[in-house]
């Protein structure tokens, strides 16, 4: 039997608020999903009672003001000034940023790693203050050390896998593919803490077969929870008035498995026989994509929007005809549940998870196969050339997305997995032992 302190602790677990840390190893504030999924989950739960610390690397999340942020600075190599700088001496000050200096010089991504350890360093001293740390996709090895001390559980998006298996196949030189291959190492070691986790929750039930195929993570450690939007902020804004022809897409990295050079290829082929303007939320970045609007000689009508405000895109979303999600794969897209939100007629591949998201074409969304630049013009002519159709599809997708998900949602069903890890008996025994400590 428990001990009287024990059995309350308990109970306060399985009925009360909760101690939460928090941790993304990389919390972008405003594209991207990592860091929409922090902003909006940690608010979402400090709405419903629980407590919520968030340790991040940089670039830092916006967080709701209720929620401390402990900052756990990396090297910040891959910054967006300077992309794949070499470190300092004077930087390397600390094992931490010795060994992510390493893994740069290797040609490896070492952020996952260096940020679990540096998130152990910072917990390890905290042990009593949290029930439960809930990790956002870092998987560095030292999350089991973590878990070692507090009940911990993860939440993996989609897997990494995806995105190395779409690079390697758009590059064409040998050379370049084993850089890709070194660069994607990590991914391994995911995997590997992934199949040790008690819990892993995931966002679509595409994305939990293709982790159990390709990370071996056993289906029965893995729980879908989707997530959420704000219909509230991303709503209908009648008062302004569309742009005739104007599309409107998110790239929030300039990697392959996001599918804009198909977009951009497709706006080529379009711009042929109509005027068209493309805005991108996003930076642009020297490289594939700019190299290719360069060379389609299509820059006059391309426009690149980055460090915008939720609202302001909500107004873009309104200002524009339709919104494209071209992506060769996706464990879920944020974006497309957030422009759908808005009552904006959605184009959207089927690459993924997205039929699972975006509903059925023609009903919800104009869809089309991903890699295919021909059928993405032809479902994007669709939508330009039918207003009817549009505010069909706008209005559809908006029943949908507001039936479906919701941030409080999506919270609301994490905590219930909180729950089940931490009255896990190897959890348990953890607590017992803390209490048994916290008495002496």
Not at 132 to 144: P, S, W
Not at 277 to 300: F, M, N, V
Request: proline share 5%.
């Amino acid at each position: 039997m428990f001990g009287g302190d024990v059995q309350r602790e308990l109970d306060r677990l399985r009925e009360g608020p909760l101690r939460l840390a928090y941790l993304t190893y990389r919390g972008k504030p405003h594209v991207g999903g990592q860091g929409v999924y922090t902003r909006h989950l940690t608010k979402a739960l400090a709405d419903l009672g629980h407590h919520v610390e968030v340790y991040g690397g940089q670039p830092y999340p916006v967080l709701d003001p209720r929620i401390s942020l402990h900052k756990l600075p990396s090297l910040d190599i891959f910054n967006d000034q300077y992309p794949g700088r070499f470190p300092a001496y004077w930087e390397l000050n600390n094992w931490p940023n010795a060994l992510e200096a390493l893994y740069f010089l290797k040609g490896t991504f070492g952020e996952p790693l260096t940020f679990s350890l540096r998130a152990y360093r910072a917990l390890r001293e905290r042990v009593g203050d949290f029930d439960l740390v809930h990790d956002n996709q870092c998987l560095g090895k030292h999350i089991l050390s973590i878990e070692k001390l507090i009940p911990t559980i993860v939440t993996l998006h989609h897997p990494i896998t995806k995105d190395r298996k779409l690079e390697m196949e758009h590059t064409k030189t040998r050379w370049k593919r084993f850089g890709i291959s070194r660069w994607y190492s990590f991914v391994k070691m995911q995997g590997k803490v992934a199949s040790r986790l008690p819990r892993i929750v995931v966002v679509s039930e595409n994305s939990i077969n293709d982790i159990h195929t390709d990370m071996k993570v056993s289906l029965d450690r893995m729980r879908l929870v989707p997530v959420g939007v704000d219909p509230d902020l991303f709503k209908p804004l009648p008062s302004v008035t569309r742009k005739s022809h104007h599309l409107i897409t998110t790239a929030s990295a300039d990697v392959a498995l996001k599918g804009l050079s198909y977009l951009l290829e497709a706006v080529a082929k379009l711009r042929t026989e109509r005027d068209i303007h493309l805005t991108i939320i996003g930076k642009p970045r020297a490289g594939a994509s700019a190299d290719l609007i360069e060379s389609l000689g299509i820059g006059d009508c391309i426009t690149y929007v980055s460090g915008v405000s939720d609202e302001r895109i909500v107004e873009l979303y309104a200002e524009n005809t339709l919104a494209v999600v071209p992506s060769l794969y996706e464990g879920f897209s944020l974006p497309s549940i957030e422009a759908m939100s808005t009552g904006i007629c959605l184009v959207a591949t089927t690459g993924g998870a997205l039929p699972e998201v975006t509903g059925r074409d023609g009903e919800t969304v104009l869809s089309c196969p991903p890699g295919d630049s021909d059928a993405l013009a032809a479902a994007i002519r669709r939508g330009l050339d039918d207003e009817s159709l549009r505010t069909r599809i706008g209005l559809a997708g908006r029943t949908r997305v507001v039936e479906r998900w919701s941030w409080r949602h999506c919270a609301a069903l994490t905590v219930d997995q909180y729950r089940e890890v931490l009255t896990m008996p190897h959890n348990v025994e953890k607590l017992r032992r803390r209490v048994e400590n916290a008495g002496r």
